[in-house]
């Protein structure tokens, strides 16, 4: 009997050696690591893993949820024109207009003025030809019989033959005018001062644009009674009484 229980007082006190470090070595802070511990060699890394399939596009993800209705906008501003809308479709055919008056030919009209000009001057030059002298001075014929007269029967002569008492109205006219005159010394003009003194005008009232007086000319002669126009075979006028008894030369 004394070796069984010797036997399990030994097995009994080696458990109790085992177990009390165990205790004690919880409650004993250890010693610091770095005076105790070693570094540790690093692992090989291994061999880098395969590249995983490719993740999914959102494609087959659900629609949202519809928002809320947003409150009506402000009116735009008046008079403000909008986009142009669609051409809207044709509308009915109108009736036919009146037909409109035939155009004259530009052409036709053109010759009928130019013959209508060659006529007019072929009834001049056979009118100035009618008479004893004639002469052209520009756009006119200077013609005459010879005939002495007043102003007043000058005037009267001239337009029974279908012309009028001579006036010229440039240097022209009047240096012709002026070789015109042949056995007198002085012709009638076709202008007077009669309404108003020293105001000279023609047949038609117009004042004389053109004048080609002689030195010291006019001056009424002294009496204030000379209200007509002579010319002279030199060229420049004098102003003359109306009753004299001069040349008349007509113009046409």
């Known amino acids: 009997m004394a070796m069984p229980?010797?036997?399990?007082?030994?097995?009994?006190?080696s458990q109790l050696t085992v177990f009390l470090?165990?205790?004690?070595?919880?409650?004993?802070?250890?010693?610091?690591?770095?005076?105790?511990?070693?570094?540790?060699y690093p692992g090989v890394p291994g061999i880098p893993g395969?590249?995983?399939?490719?993740?999914?596009?959102?494609?087959?993800?659900?629609?949202?949820?519809?928002?809320?209705?947003?409150?009506?906008?402000?009116?735009?501003?008046?008079?403000?024109?909008?986009?142009p809308g669609d051409v809207g479709p044709a509308g009915p055919k109108g009736e036919?207009?009146?037909?409109?008056?035939?155009g004259?030919?530009?052409?036709?009209?053109?010759?009928?003025?130019?013959?209508?000009?060659?006529?007019?001057?072929?009834?001049?030059?056979?009118k100035a030809a009618s008479f004893r002298?004639?002469?052209?001075?520009?756009?006119?014929?200077?013609v005459s019989n010879g005939v002495l007269g007043s102003f007043d029967e000058g005037l009267k002569f001239c337009s029974n033959v279908g012309a009028t008492l001579v006036m010229p109205r440039?240097?022209?006219?009047?240096?012709?005018?002026?070789?015109?005159i042949v056995g007198a010394s002085y012709g009638f003009l076709g202008a007077t001062d009669r309404k108003t003194e020293?105001?000279?005008?023609?047949?038609?009232?117009?004042?004389?644009?053109?004048?080609?007086?002689?030195?010291?000319?006019?001056?009424?002669g002294g009496n204030g009674i000379e209200d007509c126009i002579a010319t002279t075979t030199s060229g420049p006028w004098v102003d003359i009484t109306c009753d004299a008894n001069i040349v008349i030369i007509c113009e046409i």
């Open 198 to 220: 020293g105001v000279w005008v023609d047949l038609n009232d117009e004042p004389l644009t053109y004048l080609d007086w002689h030195s010291g000319e006019p001056n009424s």
């Open 5 to 13: 229980r010797l036997f399990l007082n030994i097995l009994l006190t």
């Open 96 to 102: 036919i207009g009146e037909s409109g008056d035939a």
């Open 133 to 142: 002298v004639f002469q052209k001075a520009g756009d006119k014929y200077l």
């Open 50 to 83: 395969h590249n995983g399939l490719p993740g999914r596009d959102g494609r087959d993800g659900h629609d949202g949820v519809t928002g809320p209705k947003g409150e009506k906008g402000h009116p735009g501003g008046i008079g403000v024109q909008g986009p």
């Open 170 to 180: 440039n240097d022209v006219e009047n240096q012709a005018l002026s070789k015109f």
């Open 104 to 126: 004259s030919n530009s052409v036709i009209s053109h010759l009928l003025a130019e013959i209508q000009q060659l006529k007019a001057r072929q009834a001049n030059l056979e």
């Open 21 to 40: 470090p165990s205790e004690a070595q919880k409650q004993t802070p250890p010693p610091h690591t770095s005076s105790l511990s070693c570094p540790a």
